[in-house]
């Protein structure tokens, strides 16, 4: 287990501590937390904070959608059935640099837990996606949501991409050396004994390795590619295996719902965070007291804009979502409900100036 003593892990207590005032205490109210305007901007501080003694930077980019899709890998005389589950709470993308041209991938299913290390196996839900990521059965992305209920799948469809069923075995047999998902433990209000003083609320653990480790190392790991970081290979616009075909498929469902042009109403809010000015980031103890006004922020939910006036170098740069520049986050329309999309952190690395 990783206690997680970094800058990054700090904001996210912070953010564990705000959710948990908040809201009810479902995952997905702890995930919103981090992805909202203000989440993302203290996230961006606190790892760029934490990359720069290695000599790295990174942008931020967040898209929050507020239903998942289902996946159905039930199979009833040749057609698709339940059991289904989401497919994930959280795609997390790292760009291999700001071509966003390739990067890594990871779906990570959010789920509230009273110990670090241990699943509620007592859920069915949980036990339907434990099913789904290890064994990697052949199933069907569906456009129904985590809200919805139905006996029969509708296939999800975007644009021209053909097809909508996928099967993920051809990334390993072995429950145990998997790298593109993750369980992310999120420690409840009444947590107990079973969560070790000290240790990071939030924790990714994938139970066939017995691996936990803060998600604040998993983001930063990601970032710096550091051996044995998690997340699957992918390249952009690649459809050569399921997963390339899947991921890419999300990334572009997510992106129309942020340029409005989806069919259907929208609850989508997009925030963009990035590192402008680091003149303050001399050695590792000045990184860990960055001010916040040297970022530049854009929210698209309710159109607020921060930015700091010595350092506008990025007004017309990459947000890391493809196809949309810094300029070029437009104000989202909401409704109850979404269609297409999976809440999806873009996460491009930069070289740290000098």
């Known amino acids: 287990m990783n206690f997680g003593l970094d800058l990054t892990d700090y904001v996210l207590e912070a953010l564990w501590g705000n959710a948990v005032v908040s809201y009810a205490g479902h995952e997905r109210d702890f995930l919103r937390e981090i992805h909202g305007f203000w989440g993302i901007n203290r996230l961006a501080w606190a790892i760029n904070s934490d990359l720069w ?31 289904s589950c989401e497919l994930a709470d959280l795609l997390i993308i790292v760009w291999g640099d700001a071509s966003m041209q390739s990067g890594r991938a990871l779906l990570v299913q959010g789920k509230m837990a009273s110990a670090p290390d241990r699943l509620k196996m007592g859920s069915p839900s949980t036990k339907r996606e434990l099913t789904l990521l290890e064994q990697s059965p052949q199933f069907m992305l569906s456009n129904q949501t985590s809200v919805q209920s139905t006996k029969e799948p509708s296939p999800y469809v975007h644009g021209d991409v053909p097809g909508s069923t996928f099967c993920l075995a051809h990334l390993g047999s072995d429950p145990k050396a998997l790298k593109h998902c993750t369980f992310l433990q999120i420690k409840e209000r009444s947590a107990g004994k079973h969560w070790p003083i000290g240790a990071s609320s939030w924790q990714t653990h994938w139970p066939s390795a017995a691996n936990t480790r803060a998600y604040s190392r998993c983001l930063t790991e990601m970032v710096s590619g550091a051996h044995g970081c998690l997340g699957e290979p992918f390249t952009r616009g690649s459809r050569s295996s399921d997963w390339e075909r899947l991921v890419n498929l999300l990334i572009d469902t997510t992106v129309d719902m942020v340029r409005g042009t989806a069919k259907g109403p929208l609850q989508t809010t997009a925030s963009f965070a990035y590192g402008g000015s680091t003149n303050n980031c001399i050695g590792f103890a000045s990184a860990r007291s960055l001010p916040m006004s040297n970022f530049v922020f854009w929210n ?17 740069g990459s947000t890391g979502i493809p196809g949309i520049p810094g300029d070029g986050l437009k104000n989202v329309p909401e409704s109850p409900e979404p269609r297409g999309g999976l809440p999806i952190l873009f996460i491009t690395p930069h070289k740290r100036p000098g």
């Open 300 to 316: 698209v939910a309710d159109v607020a804009f921060m930015k700091d006036i010595e350092s506008n170098e990025l007004s017309s």
């Open 53 to 83: 003694p290695i000599g790295q930077l990174a942008s931020l980019s967040s898209v929050w959608i507020d239903h998942t899709p289902q996946c159905w890998y039930g199979n009833r005389g040749g057609k698709f059935s339940k059991p």
